[in-house]
């Protein structure tokens, strides 16, 4: 099983990696624009192309490196369609921009949005529908980000129609980053379940 530990561990370099360019993206973003009330997406339009946008594609292949080892531990068909989905969301919200903030939504803007919303929620069932097939050391950990995600996506739903948007920046980060700890705890179990395999078929010293 190296093949699943080294599928996990470049999903996790990859997850990191994507952390650090978000960061930049933020720091070096227009002071005009605040996190608490534009989203990630309204940040990116203002540096088309930019740190944020490689972030969320770097994000998107480290969730796709994780396919062929999640096939290996025997993961069926609907969550691997389900992950495959939400990076091919999250690579179509990296290369479709949406509409610069306060000026009306257009096509590509309206491709964005679905595009995340899909990203969203596709996650999240993931995390559910495996949490017991990679064992009871992750299974706990899946299913409370995969609870964390769902709310944090209803209160951005919530916030984005009945709510004016009132702090939609903030609820979409929190959404971003349970999200993440979902997808880094995939990872993480993917590379220990390859270790304890490996483990398992190496010969003791002296046997």
Request: include cysteine; charge should be positive.
């Amino acid at each position: 099983m190296r093949g699943a530990r080294r599928s996990g561990l470049l999903a996790l370099g990859g997850i990191a990696l994507a952390a650090v360019l978000a960061v930049i993206g933020h720091v070096e973003v227009n002071d005009d624009l605040s996190p608490w009330s534009l989203t990630v997406s309204d940040f990116a339009v203002s540096d088309r192309g930019g740190v944020i946008d490689t972030a969320m594609a770097v994000l998107a292949v480290a969730g796709l490196v994780l396919l062929p080892a999640l096939r290996r531990c025997g993961a069926g068909r609907l969550p691997l369609a389900l992950l495959t989905a939400w990076s091919a969301g999250l690579l179509a919200a990296a290369v479709v921009p949406t509409n610069e903030p306060g000026t009306p939504m257009d096509t590509a803007a309206y491709v964005h949005r679905y595009a995340s919303v899909l990203s969203f929620l596709a996650l999240p069932v993931v995390g559910w529908l495996l949490a017991r097939r990679l064992g009871a050391g992750h299974a706990g950990w899946l299913r409370a980000w995969t609870v964390a995600s769902l709310l944090l996506a209803a209160a951005m739903i919530w916030s984005a129609y009945p709510g004016d948007r009132a702090l939609i920046g903030l609820a979409e980060r929190l959404l971003i980053l349970a999200e993440t700890a979902l997808l880094t705890t995939l990872a993480l179990a993917v590379s220990r379940r390859g270790e304890g395999r490996a483990a398992a078929l190496t010969p003791a010293r002296g046997a």
